[in-house]
Every structure is written in C-alpha cells, then in structure tokens.
C-alpha cells in the first residue's frame, strides 16, 4: 500500500466531501483531519460516540466539518447518512470505511463466543459492505469520481490462535475488496472509482495511524 501523500499534495482534496466511520478517534479521527488539511471542503464523521464525535467535528471546523451519529451496520442508517451528506455538501467523492470492533482479545477457537462473534461480524463485515453498496450506488448515481477506502488488517493476511473472530471479519474485508462486484464492478465506468485496503498493523501513534492505504484516494483525483 502507497503511504500517506507528502506535504507536495497539500489540498489535494481540495473542493472533496468525504465521509470517515468509526471517526470519532483512533484512526478515523487521524484520516478526517488528514483530509481536512487537505482541502476537504466537507467531511461526515459517522459513529456512535456522539460526545467525543462532536468534539472531534469541532475541533476540525463546524464550516466543513459535522457529526452524523450512524451504525454502520443498519442499512438504513447508513443510507440516510449518505443522503444527508449529499444534501448537506452537494456530494459525496470519499467513503473511508473504517469503524470496527476488536471484541474478547484471547477467543480462542476452541472457546468461541458467538454473541461477540456475531457483534464483531455484524460491524467489522456487515458494516464494511453496507457502507460500500450505499456510498458506491450514490456516486455511481452522482456520477462521481471519487474513492472507496475500508480499514483491513494485517489479522486478515494471516492466522492466530487468539481474536478468532476478529480475524475472521478482516479476512472478510479482504475478499470485500477482492470481490471483482466491489473493486471493478460497482461503477458502470471502470474508471469512474478506486477501492482499495487499508491494512494497518497495532497503530501506536494516532498520528501515524493514517500512513497506508491513501495513496488510491489521492490518485482518484488527479
């Protein structure tokens, strides 16, 4: 994956409207305000912690930046965010699908839970595919060139004897993007989108936390 753009492509994203899940910290709060810093004149923080999502869309700018309180994995809510966008900023050109949950860190195969089995897949899988079939039949509609990101895993390259459950909605990420419907064939115009996987591995910094998978979002728009 292509690191984050140097600061060459300062407002890169100038004039975009992205939409960031699972924004209101860690990762998806280090990828809003990358784009606001380059140029993104609108961007949709969608979660479910609303006091720490505010304070995040606050912080970046109320003049291009709000929270949308959404589970990713109602499809309902999911669409009705992505409308509320289109209304609200007149488009929709970046889908960061990032929001997750990591679930009991030591289910072991052997001692699998399948409440929090079913809990980690419903947002880390579900919410993965509900969040690119909305965003990517509105800018199919729209016509827009633009850029599908979801968060994956290294835990989705490889195997453990431990978050069996994690690591299975990861490796469903992958064949997310590896789905010739999502990565070539959600637009009429092959050209029209670029989808790609982030695969961070245990993020220490916040800071560094969106340093891979950007390098398609920034080319969609060249």
Same mark, same amino acid.
Request: aromatic letters at 6%; a neutral charge; proline letters at 1%.
């Given at each position: 994956?292509?690191?984050?753009?140097?600061?060459?492509?300062?407002?890169?994203?100038?004039?975009?409207?992205?939409?960031?899940?699972?924004?209101?910290?860690?990762?998806? /709060?280090?990828?809003?305000?990358?784009?606001?810093?380059?140029?993104?004149?609108?961007?949709?923080?969608?979660?479910?912690?609303? /006091?720490?999502?505010?304070?995040?869309?606050?912080?970046?700018?109320?003049?291009?930046?709000?929270?949308?309180?959404?589970?990713?994995?109602? /499809?309902?809510?999911?669409?009705?965010?992505?409308?509320?966008?289109?209304?609200?900023?007149?488009?929709?050109?970046?889908m960061y699908s990032n929001a997750g949950i990591t679930g009991?860190?030591?289910?072991?195969?052997? /001692?699998?839970?399948?409440?929090e089995y079913d809990a980690v897949m419903r947002v880390n899988?579900?919410?993965?595919?509900?969040?690119?079939?909305?965003?990517? %039949?509105?800018?199919?509609?729209?016509?827009?060139?633009?850029?599908?990101?979801?968060?994956?895993?290294?835990?989705?390259?490889?195997?453990?004897?431990?978050?069996?459950?994690?690591?299975?909605?990861?490796?469903?990420?992958?064949?997310?993007?590896?789905?010739?419907?999502?990565?070539?064939?959600?637009? %009429?115009?092959?050209?029209?989108l670029r989808f790609a996987l982030g695969g961070p591995d245990?993020? %220490?910094?916040?800071?560094?936390?969106?340093?891979?998978?950007?390098?398609?979002?920034?080319?969609?728009?060249?």
């Amino acid at each position: 994956m292509a690191d984050a753009p140097s600061i060459s492509l300062k407002k890169k994203l100038e004039g975009k409207v992205a939409i960031v899940t699972g924004g209101a910290s860690g990762i998806g /709060e280090a990828t809003a305000r990358l784009f606001a810093e380059h140029g993104a004149r609108g961007v949709v923080i969608a979660d479910i912690q609303p /006091e720490k999502g505010k304070s995040v869309a606050e912080s970046i700018g109320s003049h291009r930046c709000s929270y949308f309180q959404c589970d990713v994995a109602d /499809e309902e809510q999911v669409k009705a965010m992505v409308e509320w966008t289109v209304k609200t900023y007149g488009g929709l050109d970046i889908m960061y699908s990032n929001a997750g949950i990591t679930g009991s860190f030591f289910q072991t195969l052997l /001692e699998l839970d399948f409440s929090e089995y079913d809990a980690v897949m419903r947002v880390n899988a579900r919410g993965m595919a509900v969040c690119v079939k909305q965003a990517g %039949r509105k800018m199919v509609e729209l016509g827009t060139r633009g850029a599908i990101v979801c968060t994956a895993s290294v835990a989705g390259e490889v195997g453990g004897i431990i978050q069996t459950d994690y690591t299975m909605s990861k490796h469903a990420v992958v064949g997310l993007g590896a789905s010739g419907e999502t990565a070539a064939g959600i637009a %009429r115009d092959k050209d029209q989108l670029r989808f790609a996987l982030g695969g961070p591995d245990a993020v %220490r910094r916040k800071s560094g936390a969106h340093r891979r998978g950007f390098g398609e979002v920034f080319r969609a728009f060249d």
